[in-house]
């Protein structure tokens, strides 16, 4: 865990952005973002500066990695938490919860074990197929997709407290923290 010096200086990488989202500091040292409304991730480093990762992104916003550092994001056009390979192609890891379609998955984090957790709101012109909107785990062993929690109108950012004793949930519509 690291925290920002209190003497850090910001610098603007770029602007022009629809809605940049799910930065991600990628273990081999550069930044992984999206504009999800711009349906484009950005890759920016030190050395090569800012560049079109992945266009079109499926309108990816949350970005993570597993713990054997392959990139998952969660798309909301694409209605899926994937996982990107080495040759460009996305595998779907989650689609799908009791044969009905995911709404929009937005954000994601990975446990220590391998599970990915993510939240599904209601963004987007999807259609909805659930009459509520979740949190959900995919089991690393089996691919599982399981429902963690369904009360929360709008599920957004997902985390881990550091030692993995909460996963804290943000709830945009009211501004509460879970």
Excluded: C
Excluded at 76 to 104: C, F, K, M
């Amino acid at each position: 865990q690291y925290t920002v010096p209190d003497d850090a200086e910001l610098a603007r990488l770029q602007d022009g952005f629809q809605l940049s989202e799910g930065p991600h500091w990628h273990h081999d040292g550069y930044l992984l973002f999206s504009d999800v409304s711009g349906n484009t991730m950005y890759k920016w480093s030190e050395e090569e500066g800012l560049e079109t990762f992945r266009e079109p992104s499926g309108e990816a916003n949350g970005i993570t990695e597993d713990r054997y550092g392959n990139i998952l994001i969660a798309q909301h056009e694409a209605r899926q938490v994937g996982r990107i390979e080495a040759d460009g192609s996305i595998t779907p890891l989650a689609t799908h919860y009791n044969g009905d379609r995911l709404h929009s998955p937005n954000d994601l984090t990975v446990k220590s074990d391998g599970a990915v957790f993510f939240t599904d709101p209601p963004w987007g012109e999807n259609p909805e197929e659930m009459d509520f909107h979740g949190v959900y785990r995919i089991s690393p062993k089996t691919g599982d997709v399981q429902l963690l929690e369904e009360s929360l109108s709008y599920p957004n950012g997902i985390a881990f407290s550091p030692d993995e004793t909460k996963l804290y949930v943000s709830e945009t519509n009211n501004s509460k923290i879970h």
